[in-house]
C-alpha cells in the first residue's frame, strides 16, 4: 500500500524561515506520531529531479518517493519530509537550522542558532495543516504538545541532528529554565542518524563529549544506520573515526543506542548508500 502525498509550500517556522515539505499520512487512523525527515544532497521534489542532467538518475529517491518509502516502513506516523531551503546545484543547504558556510552546505555549529524553536514553529504549523485537512476528525484535533516527535536525517542531512545536540546543550545550561522549549524537547521520543557525511573535514559526527553528555540526560532513542560508501571511504577517514567516538561515547553513557551496519560485504556505491532508506523501519 503507497500513501498519498502532500505537497505543503513555504510552511512557517521561527520568523522568516519557511520550508516546503512533502507530507505523507500514516497508514492508521489514530496517531499523534510524527517523524520528521531532513534528506541528503541530491534529493529533491520530483519535478525538479528529473529535469536535471544529473539528479534525473537518482528520482528513485527524490523527497516525494522518500515520503512514501518512510510511510510505507513507518506506517503508523504522520511523515514530514523537509527540502532544503537553498539547493546549490547537486548539494543540500539547510540554512534554516544550521550555519551553512557556502554552496556545498558545510556546516558550522553553534549553540545559538534557534534550529530547535524553528522545528517548534514547524510542528506547530503542521498541526495546523494537519487540522484544517481534518483526516482525523474522530479523534480530536492535533495539538503539538501532544506529539511524538521522531527526528531522522540521511547523508547530509545529520548536519540538522548535530546541530540539535549543540543546542540541547545550550539549554540545559541556563540557570533559568525555558520551560516551553524543555516541553519540546522532551517530545522527541528518538533520533535517527542515516548514513551521515558532508563536504567538511571533520564533524561528519559529533564528537564533544560534553555535547553527548547533554543528550545522555535526555533518554532518546539512538538510532545509527550506515554503510560502506560513508565509513569505509579511504578519502575521508575521518567519518569513521568519528562515527566510532560518536557511538562508543553514547554507549559509554548508557543511551539506548542501535548501530546497524548494512551492505557490509558489497562494494561501496552510492545506490548502496540511498538504498538505506529503503531497508529501515521500527
Not at 55 to 66: A, I, P
Not at 100 to 110: A, K, Q, R
Not at 160 to 180: A, G, P
Not at 252 to 272: A, E, G, W
Amino acid at each position: 500500500m503507497s500513501s498519498t502525498i502532500w505537497i505543503w509550500k513555504q510552511i512557517s517556522g521561527l520568523a522568516t524561515r519557511y520550508n516546503d515539505v512533502v507530507y505523507a499520512r500514516p497508514m492508521i487512523s489514530h496517531s499523534y506520531e510524527f517523524l520528521v525527515y531532513f534528506g541528503g544532497d541530491i534529493q529533491d521534489f520530483q519535478d525538479n529531479m528529473i529535469k536535471h542532467v544529473e539528479k534525473k538518475k537518482y528520482t528513485e529517491w527524490s523527497l516525494n518517493n522518500t515520503a512514501k518509502i518512510l510511510s510505507n516502513n513507518f506506517p503508523k506516523y504522520h511523515v514530514f519530509v523537509i527540502r532544503p531551503s537553498r539547493i546549490s546545484n547537486l548539494f543540500s543547504c539547510f540554512d534554516n537550522f544550521v550555519k551553512c558556510n557556502n554552496e556545498y552546505g558545510i556546516p558550522t555549529f553553534s549553540s545559538t542558532f534557534n534550529a530547535l524553536n524553528n522545528l517548534q514553529e514547524l510542528i506547530r504549523s503542521f498541526c495546523t495543516q494537519l487540522n484544517i485537512l481534518d483526516i482525523n476528525k474522530d479523534t480530536g484535533i492535533y495539538e503539538p504538545d501532544k506529539v511524538n516527535l521522531t527526528l531522522m536525517a540521511f547523508s547530509k542531512g545529520c548536519v540538522v541532528l548535530n546541530q540539535f545536540l549543540h543546542e540541547f546543550q545550550y539549554y540545559q545550561s541556563q540557570s533559568i529554565l525555558d520551560t516551553s522549549m524543555t516541553n519540546f524537547i522532551n517530545n522527541i521520543k528518538s533520533m535517527w542518524w542515516l548514513d551521515g557525511g558532508h563536504g567538511g573535514y571533520k564533524d561528519t559526527w559529533i564528537t564533544d563529549a560534553s555535547v553527548l553528555e547533554s543528550l545522555a540526560k535526555l533518554k532518546i532513542d539512538i538510532n545509527v544506520h550506515v554503510t560502506p560508501y560513508q565509513i569505509e571511504d579511504t578519502s575521508r577517514p575521518w567519518i569513521a573515526i568519528e562515527e566510532s567516538s560518536f557511538v562508543n561515547t553514547l554507549k559509554s553513557l548508557n543511551v539506548p543506542i542501535k548501530r546497524t551496519v548494512h551492505f557490509q560485504n558489497k562494494p561501496r556505491s552510492i545506490i548502496m548508500h540511498f538504498n538505506i532508506l529503503k531497508i529501515i523501519q521500527e
